[in-house]
């Protein structure tokens, strides 16, 4: 992989702060880092979706915006802000974003992991999200660009591939149909040895795909992981946040992947404490985890965000909302730590893709997260397990 040079934050004259706008802690803490930042002096350009979504707030803190679609003008405003000239560039722009060269080294971290972005925007118009008026219409990259960069991230030694979008279950949809089955079947015919893991999907739309995203999941290159994120297990507050599907059509789409492979992985997104959720809704949502039992969950507390059809309902109390996100870990806690109590003894094939704080992050075939105290970088070894977290499974090399 290749090497380069990162300057630090303490001797930079000008900082970059790349946003998310999905809630509103996160904006504060933007915008008070924002401000921090200015009284030493800095220079300071907010990116991303923020800007889209809190023009005024991003404004009064910045010396520069730029927009989520505008990355290949930042050398410009760069240049604008360096003449002292306090500047925004918002515009929505259409690039291919396949076309950019992918990040390859990620904070702190060492991977051999690349992200490769397949599309940009959302059709959906979720009652609570601010982020889709940031990115609004779906522009989908073009495959014989996304091979490109993929093929470019393994010559450069990568071994894992994670594709990204708003929604993958979209890709191409503004062309006319749904084109991920097949771009997936495309990428797994590239010459290698790699893995390809999938971004979140929408449980609607995967539906509608199901027998082609299924065949096309086959292939030993995939990851046997899939994120649908569900959000409530009530399909009246489903509708009421717009969300287009059913509780059933999640349950359906986790039972045929569970059911055309031995050994996967479910990851779901669940927000407690909407405004519009009662206690039934809330048990609701815990009956279909109980049943499913995802073996990731991400947990969301509510937050409002200006503009979003959401913002003017009353926001429930936050011991509500902390209550209901602490019973909901609880539970998921409990019977993933069980499941992965199972895996102690046996031997797995993985693949290590990243090193972090001297210890190492390496993944089954399902997906599955093994932490190792040795390892290399994008080697394939057996390991056995002799220990877990509720979250993660533990192991040493062994030889074959």
């Given at each position: ?33 924002a ?7 800095k ?10 979504i ?5 404004h ?25 000239k ?11 974003k ?10 702190d ?6 992200i ?43 071994k ?6 708003q ?28 893995k ?18 299924l ?9 046997k ?14 509708k ?5 599907y059913?509780v ?11 059911k ?18 009662t ?14 039992q ?9 937050s ?16 509500i ?20 109590k ?18 190492y ?32 499974l ?7």
């Amino acid at each position: 992989m290749h090497e380069h040079e990162e300057s630090s934050e303490k001797d930079a004259d000008l900082v970059i702060l790349n946003t998310c706008g999905v809630v509103e802690k996160t904006e504060r803490k933007i915008l008070k880092e924002a401000l921090e930042l200015k009284k030493k002096g800095k220079k300071i350009i907010i990116s991303g979706c923020l800007p889209l979504i809190s023009f005024k707030e991003c404004h009064e803190a910045a010396d520069g915006l730029l927009g989520p679609s505008n990355v290949s003008s930042i050398g410009l405003l760069v240049e604008k802000i360096s003449q002292n000239k306090k500047e925004f560039i918002i515009e929505k722009e259409t690039h291919d974003k396949a076309e950019m060269c992918s990040n390859k080294k990620r904070g702190d971290k060492e991977t051999c992991s690349a992200i490769v972005s397949i599309a940009e925007g959302c059709v959906g118009s979720c009652s609570y999200c601010a982020t889709r008026f940031a990115r609004k219409e779906l522009n989908s990259f073009n495959k014989e660009n996304i091979i490109k960069e993929i093929k470019g991230a393994l010559a450069s030694g990568f071994k894992e591939i994670q594709l990204t979008s708003q929604d993958l279950s979209i890709y191409g949809m503004e062309k006319g149909r749904q084109m991920l089955p097949e771009l997936i079947k495309d990428i797994y015919q590239i010459e290698g040895d790699f893995k390809i893991k999938l971004g979140m999907m929408n449980p609607g739309q995967v539906r509608k795909m199901i027998d082609e995203l299924l065949s096309s999941y086959q292939s030993d290159k995939i990851y046997k992981f899939i994120h649908l994120p569900l959000q409530s297990g009530d399909d009246e507050l489903l509708k009421k946040m717009n969300r287009g599907y059913a509780v059933n059509d999640f349950i359906e789409v986790v039972k045929a992947f569970r059911k055309k492979f031995k050994e996967t992985i479910i990851a779901t997104d669940i927000i407690v404490g909407h405004p519009l959720e009662t206690e039934e809704s809330f048990k609701k949502t815990i009956e279909v985890i109980k049943k499913i039992q995802p073996e990731i969950v991400h947990i969301f507390k509510f937050s409002k965000r200006k503009g979003t059809p959401d913002f003017n309902l009353k926001d429930l109390p936050d011991r509500i909302k902390k209550d209901r996100s602490r019973i909901l870990s609880e539970l998921f806690e409990k019977y993933n730590l069980e499941k992965n109590k199972k895996h102690k003894g046996k031997k797995l094939d993985v693949l290590v893709v990243e090193k972090r704080k001297g210890k190492y992050l390496a993944r089954t075939d399902s997906g599955r997260a093994v932490i190792l105290k040795k390892g290399k970088l994008g080697e394939r070894i057996n390991v056995k397990i002799n220990d877990y977290k509720w979250n993660y499974l533990i192991g040493w090399t062994v030889n074959n």
